[in-house]
């Protein structure tokens, strides 16, 4: 397994934007997917996007505000989030799983992300 760290949530006012950022170690990370998920309060977690660490393409669960994108040289996976709505709100939760499997493993703490109206 590997080891997960978010960072950059916080309070934003609506329309505003944040980037979070995972960073990870423990192991080579070429064969992992690393995802993005999200779960407000009451409300099951769901799939934001993820990206291949050998490949540059990211994958959406919906297109448009958000972008993922990787920076190898710091073991780092980041989510920018523009346009930002109050139902937004969620801990975002970053994820690995080796690219062969579709269980993410190991997962970070947490990040709290809250927009205000």
């Known amino acids: 397994q590997v080891q997960l760290v978010e960072s950059g949530g916080g309070l934003v006012q609506a329309g505003g934007s944040l980037r979070l950022s995972c960073a990870a170690s423990?192991?080579?990370?070429?064969?992992?997917?690393v995802g993005w998920f999200r779960q407000a309060a009451g409300k099951e977690r769901e799939f934001v996007g993820s990206?291949?660490?050998?490949?540059?393409r990211p994958y959406y669960a919906e297109s448009g505000r958000f972008i993922i994108s990787r920076d190898n040289t710091k073991n780092t996976v980041y989510l920018q989030m523009n346009s930002l709505k109050p139902e937004d709100t969620a801990v975002y939760y970053c994820?690995?799983?080796?690219?062969?499997?579709?269980?993410?493993?190991?997962w970070g703490q947490g990040t709290q992300v809250t927009v205000s109206s």
């Open positions: 994820a690995a799983r080796l690219a062969s499997r579709g269980l993410y493993d190991s």
């Open positions: 423990g192991r080579p990370f070429t064969r992992y997917v």
């Open positions: 990206i291949s660490w050998s490949s540059n």
